[in-house]
């Protein structure tokens, strides 16, 4: 799920896509932040957030120690300019975890579900068709327009190239969202010192 700071849609996320990777679009992320920095400082802001994201140098696969290095990154962000711009750095700290969802994906699609620009641009469509027809009949031909705006819009989506190594990449990261393995399932084996338990 790629969102804005919208709370109504991130609680719905979470209620009803609760397996589910919340990524928040990157670019509503750095307008928030750099609204909150002088032009004078804007420039130099904008291209130290988003060198916290480039992570193309790094030669890490996507994961966990992807995301951790990110995270520090945001960290060692936020105690160069606390002093400076506090609102900013609180800006950015803002639900953070939601920043570095997209580092678990394929490399190959990092780029293109940092943000919310695909969904965006059919917003723009949808409203620019419904400028023409003016108002619906009912629900149903809302549903129709909506539909067709979002089918038209996908046949022409760029940048998601999908080898079979990021299909078994996307299928594990599903079985493991959908069948997390609990601590307590996982049970330690017996030591060799320890008496084998009794027979009831």
Request: proline letters at 6%; hydrophobic letters at 40%; a positive charge.
């Amino acid at each position: 799920m790629i969102s804005d700071g919208g709370a109504g849609l991130i609680s719905a996320c979470e209620l009803v896509l609760g397996c589910s990777l919340r990524q928040r679009c990157l670019i509503h992320k750095c307008r928030n932040v750099t609204s909150k920095v002088s032009r004078h400082d804007l420039a130099e802001f904008k291209k130290e957030f988003w060198e916290i994201f480039d992570t193309t140098e790094l030669g890490l696969p996507p994961g966990q120690r992807l995301v951790e290095t990110v995270q520090r990154r945001i960290d060692a962000f936020a105690a160069k300019g606390e002093k400076t711009y506090p609102a900013a750095v609180k800006s950015l700290l803002t639900d953070r975890s939601s920043l570095t969802s997209y580092l678990r994906f394929p490399v190959e699609h990092h780029k293109r579900i940092r943000h919310s620009n695909f969904i965006e641009r059919t917003f723009g469509e949808t409203r620019r068709r419904v400028k023409v027809i003016g108002r619906f009949p009912g629900e149903a031909s809302c549903v129709s327009l909506a539909f067709a705006v979002l089918d038209r819009a996908a046949t022409g989506w760029r940048g998601f190239t999908t080898t079979p190594a990021a299909l078994r990449q996307l299928e594990g990261m599903r079985r493991d969202l959908l069948n997390p393995v609990s601590a307590d399932v996982i049970q330690p084996a017996p030591q060799d010192h320890e008496p084998p338990a009794e027979a009831a």
